[in-house]
């Protein structure tokens, strides 16, 4: 009967559960310990991210309940222009410039003149450059009916006083032409010599501001006639 009780029964023969070490139970204390505080960490950051969601819908709710200020406009605060912003000043219409006046105008005559004073002014130039002498103003200025009027008088003055400046230019021509002609040994006479002309070209100048019925200004000598008392 006890042959039979052990041949049949597994567990007779079993071997006795051994008892855990105490090291091995150490370990699975620190385990334990570990996933219960990090449970609670876990926790702890549920609340509050649930409190934060709790703050966001209160927020909406709470602007919309907060009542509008009746401050006036020049209360509230202005925002501060950008640095990135371009300011720009007010455009300004430009007034209206007067035109320059044309370098030394030939002034208009405040007296009536014709033809005849338009063509005897004219030769009184004229005949200067042809003669070398101002005949032709000498003659208007004793002529009957020449001197008595205003615009062939003013010409027959100026042509005169033109032509005792041009014999003192070229008295200076002279000396200036002949110094150059000396110091560069005949070679600047080729140059120097177009100087006595100047005279010439001026006054067939005037002389077509005559004939277009204006009257003339000469530098110096114009000055000098009307500081006399000989010229208006």
């Given at each position: 009967m006890?042959?039979?009780?052990?041949?049949?029964?597994?567990?007779?023969?079993?071997e006795?559960i051994?008892?855990?070490?105490?090291?091995?139970?150490?370990?699975?204390?620190?385990?334990?310990q570990?996933?219960?505080?990090?449970?609670?960490?876990?926790?702890?950051?549920?609340?509050?991210?649930?409190?934060?969601?709790?703050?966001?819908?209160?927020?909406?709710?709470a602007?919309?309940?907060?009542?509008?200020?009746?401050?006036?406009?020049?209360?509230?605060?202005?925002?501060?222009?950008?640095?990135?912003?371009?300011f720009?000043?007010?455009?300004?219409?430009e007034?209206?410039?007067?035109?320059?006046a044309?370098?030394?105008?030939?002034?208009?005559?405040?007296?009536?003149?014709?033809a005849?004073?338009?063509?005897?002014?004219?030769?009184?130039w004229?005949?200067?450059?042809?003669?070398?002498?101002?005949?032709?103003s000498?003659?208007?200025?004793?002529a009957?009916?020449?001197?008595?009027?205003?615009f062939?008088?003013?010409?027959?003055?100026?042509?005169?006083?033109?032509y005792l400046?041009a014999?003192?230019y070229?008295?200076?021509?002279?000396?200036?032409?002949?110094?150059?002609?000396v110091?560069?040994?005949?070679?600047?006479l080729?140059?120097?010599?177009?100087?006595?002309?100047?005279?010439?070209?001026?006054?067939i100048y005037?002389?077509w501001?005559a004939?277009q019925?204006?009257?003339?200004?000469?530098?110096?000598?114009?000055?000098?006639?009307?500081?006399?008392?000989?010229?208006?």
């Open positions: 006890s042959e039979l009780n052990e041949t049949t029964n597994p567990t007779a023969d079993a006795p051994l008892p855990v070490e105490p090291e091995a139970a150490a370990v699975l204390d620190g385990m334990n570990t996933i219960e505080s990090a449970a609670t960490d876990v926790k702890a950051a549920g609340d509050e991210l649930a409190a934060a969601a709790g703050q966001v819908d209160v927020l909406p709710a602007s919309e309940a907060a009542p509008v200020s009746s401050a006036a406009p020049e209360a509230l605060p202005q925002a501060a222009p950008s640095p990135d912003a371009v720009t000043l007010p455009t300004l219409e007034p209206v410039r007067p035109q320059a044309a370098v030394n105008p030939a002034p208009a005559p405040s007296y009536d003149v014709n005849d004073d338009k063509l005897m002014s004219a030769l009184a004229a005949g200067m450059v042809l003669l070398q002498i101002p005949l032709v000498i003659v208007l200025l004793l009957e009916g020449n001197k008595d009027r205003p062939q008088r003013h010409h027959a003055l100026q042509s005169i006083g033109f400046a014999l003192v070229e008295v200076i021509a002279a000396i200036l032409v002949s110094i150059g002609t110091v560069t040994l005949g070679c600047g080729a140059c120097l010599w177009v100087l006595f002309f100047v005279p010439h070209a001026l006054a005037y002389g501001q004939y019925g204006r009257e003339v200004s000469i530098p110096v000598v114009t000055q000098i006639m009307r500081q006399q008392g000989w010229i208006k």
